[in-house]
C-alpha cells in the first residue's frame, strides 16, 4: 500500500498504521494479541504505533522496537536482564537483554496489555533470537518480499 504521508518523526502510525489495520481486518484468523514493531505507551505523547494499532482493532498489543524513542534506562548487560525505561518519571517500558551479541531490545504495552504483562510475554516468545517470534517472522517475511521486489 502506498504511504498516505510523508514520514514524521513521531508520528508513525498515521503512516504506517492504516496499511498494519488493513492487514490484520484482512486475517482468516483474528489474532487475540498483536506484537507491533513500534512504540506503545514508551513515546513522547503516550501513544505510539502500538496502542494506535491497539485501540483501532480494540486488540491487546505489544510495542517492540530496537531504539528508545524517549526516556532512559540502564543498559542490560546479560542475556535475559531487564532494565525499566523511566520518561518523566513513570516506568513506560523495559529494556531486554535478548541474546548475547545483541543491543537490547525497547518492550513496551501498547493498549490493554500491563507492563509487566508486555515484558512476560516478549520474553516467552524470543526462542532464542533477538525479537520476539512473531516480530522475527514478520521481518523475515518483509525483507524476503523486498528482495523479490528488488528494493532492497
Do not use: W
Not at 21 to 40: E, H, N, S, Y
Amino acid at each position: 500500500m502506498k504511504a498516505g504521508l510523508p514520514y514524521i518523526p513521531g508520528l508513525l502510525s498515521f503512516r504506517e498504521g492504516p496499511p498494519a489495520i488493513m492487514a490484520v481486518r484482512a486475517l482468516a484468523q483474528k489474532p487475540t494479541l498483536l506484537f507491533v514493531d513500534g512504540c506503545g505507551i514508551n513515546h513522547p505523547k503516550r501513544a505510539g504505533m502500538a496502542s494506535y494499532i491497539g485501540v483501532i482493532l480494540d486488540l491487546p498489543t505489544i510495542g517492540v522496537t530496537k531504539n528508545i524513542l524517549c526516556g532512559s534506562a540502564l543498559m542490560p548487560e546479560k542475556v535475559g536482564a531487564t532494565s525499566p525505561l523511566v520518561y518523566r518519571e513513570e516506568t513506560v517500558g523495559f529494556l531486554l537483554k535478548s541474546c548475547k551479541g545483541c543491543r537490547p531490545i525497547v518492550v513496551a504495552p501498547g493498549h490493554k496489555v500491563s507492563l509487566e504483562s508486555s515484558l512476560n510475554l516478549a520474553i516467552c516468545c524470543l526462542h532464542g533470537h533477538k525479537l520476539p517470534e512473531p516480530c522475527r517472522l514478520a521481518h523475515e517475511h518483509v525483507n524476503r518480499v523486498k528482495r523479490d521486489m528488488k528494493i532492497l
